[in-house]
Structures are given as C-alpha cells and as structure tokens.
C-alpha cells in the first residue's frame, strides 16, 4: 500500500460504481495523512478495505483516478506493463495504417494519458494533475516499449485548467517533423501535430472513413466540417465523382488542398471556407442537390446541461442535410459527445425526418475505432456515435 492513504465515506456517499476508476470529491471522507494535489495514493473504503492504487487532486471534481484495483507500485515497470499490454490489443491494426492511438486513458488504466503513434513519432498527452507528474514515467515507457524516433508532448486541452494547470508542448529528445505522412488503406494524409486539433489528426473516424467504400463510387459528395479533408479524400479515392468539403478554418482546408495533392485527386475535391450552417442555408435555398452527404460536427455538446441546445444544433444540421439529398441518398451523421445519448441522438434524426417529410432507413451503425476501446464498466469510454442513413422521400 501506498504511504499516502485517503479514505471514503460510509454508505451510500462512498459508494463506487463497479470496476469504475473514477472517484469524485464528495465520495471522499479524509486523507489518512498530509496528502499533495497530485501525489499517488491508495484508497481504503469506511471500513479500511483496501479499494485500489491511483492519483488524488482535491481541485478536480473527479477528485481520484485509479490505475488499479489491486496493491500495486505505480512505477516504471508498471507503465511498460500498461503500455505493453495496450499495444498487444492493436497489433492488428498495422496492416491497415501507421497511424493509430496506443493508450486510451481510462480504457487503457492510463487515466489522464493520450499517446498517438503517427508514423515515427509518438504524440502525447498528459491531461491530468496526476498524469502530468508522473510523464517522466511515460515518456520512458513510451520510449521502451514503442521505440519512436521522436516524442513530442501536445498536453494542450480545457481538462488541463480544470485540473489546474497549463498547457504544454514540446519535444521530448531529439525533434523532429511537426507535419508527418501516414497512410490510412490506400489512403495518404499529412498529419499537423503542432497545429492541428488535439494530436493533429481524427484517428477515431478510421472506421467510418473507410466504411465509405461502397457507397460513394460516382457520387456527388458533400464533407461537413471537413477540417483537413480525410472523410472527402477518402470518397474521392473509393470512386466519388465529385466532393465539396466545408469548414471555418483556412489554415485546415490549405492542409486538406495538399492531402488531394498527396493522393493525386486535386480534380475531384474542391475545399470552401465557410460557416457550415450557413454553407448548408445557402444550399437549401439555391435547390442545390447531392447523393451523399457527412455531418461530422464538433462536440456541441460540453456538459449534460447544454443538451437542449446541442440537440437543436444537431438537428439543424441533419434536417437541411436531409432537405440537400437526392431521393435515395445518403447521409453518414456524427456526434462525437459522451453528453449525447444515444437515444436522444436518435430522437433527433427521428424529429429531423419527420419535419423533413423523409423516410429514414439505417444502413450502418458507427462507433469509435477499435483503438479507442470501449469498457463496459466506462461508460465514459463510449462517446462516438454514427449513423448511414438512406434517405427517401415519404
């Protein structure tokens, strides 16, 4: 057991969710001696029970992240065992990319640690208190058991103010290349992992990118919120006619215009910046039509108190989405918020439909990829969902 001990109140107030690693402030009773933000410790429950190993920052409303529920060193050794063990589980994913995610946070016992792999070089990110004391310990697993030619720190994230601190980035070594070519099937992409959003790149769409064979090949393709064009370049090589990628960013379309150029499609892609619901305005009114369409937003959706207006978002989208769509076209949609059920995502494409006059059938459901686990005991872990959708007139 560790020497910093804190303990859990009695009954209901310390009660934990089964094989959960989160603990939150209130669920915590007393520190058994002087206990810093940030340090490791072990939990005991109201009868001295010992519960698991983890990191405590009084600051955070998830006041405890457990690494385990067994007694055990945080150390070096235990870092290449996690890390090690995360790698195992996606080895299959090498032959289709060198671009994958190896630790998952919470889905991976590594609460509070990102780690990307983009070709040669490992990106990472140390959201939490506890995690950002402890990357040392990361960054030498990270070098044993990955053996990257580079590692470079993009601890950048609004978790890291609640937890208290700033954002960081730098190269950990020997620098190399902030913009990195890897391969996705027969797909090329460069990779910004200075500049980009979170690691530079949506890894968790892999799925639903090449899930688009099939269903675009002489298509008119319309790519909302393209940020540096996967999805459109994706279509474009699977056989789409012709594919217009919309966002509000120059700075991602002028990587996207390079990414048509790396795979020799510059003349089936266009990329326009503009304001989404706008550009999706604009369409509607000019009667404009298309045979496939993606919705893939940014989260609207931070907390579960801003779900009405989130749905409203989404179903703005969805609804002129619908309203652009050739009869028998179809439309891929997304949220990307752990905030968003489901259920409720499902009620809004459902209403969407309805106000459209539209008939919609499921043709596909999608999921975060396989490098981003799903544990059943986290529920947290599941937060991409997604639909192909075929769209008819009633």
């Not at 990779?191 to 008119?220: A, C, P, W």
Request: aromatic residues 10%; contains cysteine.
């Amino acid at each position: 057991m560790q020497d910093k001990v804190i303990q859990l109140r009695k009954g209901r107030n310390g009660r934990l969710r089964p094989n959960h690693p989160w603990i939150f402030r209130a669920q915590v009773l007393k520190a058994k001696s002087a206990v810093r933000p940030g340090s490791i410790i072990s939990v005991i429950d109201s009868n001295d029970k010992f519960v698991g190993s983890g990191y405590y920052n009084p600051r955070s409303e998830i006041a405890i992240r457990l690494f385990s529920f067994k007694d055990e060193n945080i150390d070096a050794v235990f870092f290449n065992k996690r890390i090690s063990a995360a790698v195992e589980k996606r080895k299959d994913l090498l032959a289709k990319t060198n671009a994958y995610r190896v630790v998952f946070s919470e889905a991976d016992s590594l609460p509070g640690l990102i780690v990307d792999i983009y070709a040669d070089t490992a990106v990472f990110q140390a959201l939490t208190l506890g995690m950002d004391k402890l990357k040392t310990l990361a960054v030498k697993g990270i070098e044993e058991v990955l053996k990257p030619k580079y590692i470079y720190e993009k601890s950048v994230s609004p978790f890291r103010k609640l937890e208290g601190l700033k954002d960081e980035e730098m190269w950990w070594g020997e620098p190399g290349k902030t913009m990195i070519e890897i391969s996705e099937g027969r797909a090329r992409f460069l990779v910004d992992i200075e500049n980009g959003h979170k690691t530079g790149f949506y890894l968790d769409q892999r799925r639903s990118r090449m899930g688009l064979e099939g269903f675009v090949k002489d298509k008119k393709m319309l790519d909302l919120f393209c940020y540096t064009g996967a999805f459109s370049i994706s279509a474009a090589l699977f056989g789409a006619s012709l594919v217009r990628g919309i966002d509000i960013k120059e700075e991602w379309l002028g990587l996207a215009r390079k990414n048509a150029e790396l795979n020799a499609i510059s003349g089936k892609v266009e990329f326009i910046k503009k304001d989404c619901f706008a550009a999706m305005e604009e369409i509607c009114n000019s009667g404009e039509k298309f045979d496939v369409i993606i919705v893939d937003p940014p989260s609207f959706l931070r907390t579960k108190d801003s779900i009405a207006s989130a749905s409203k978002g989404y179903k703005e989208l969805n609804l002129s989405a619908m309203k652009a769509l050739n009869e028998g076209g179809i439309l891929a949609t997304f949220s990307c918020s752990h905030n968003m059920p489901n259920e409720v995502f499902s009620k809004i494409l459902k209403d969407a439909s309805s106000v459209a006059g539209k008939k919609i059938t499921v043709l596909k459901r999608c999921h975060q990829a396989e490098d981003h686990p799903i544990v059943k005991s986290i529920p947290e872990t599941e937060y991409l969902k997604g639909y192909f959708l075929r769209i008819d007139n009633n």
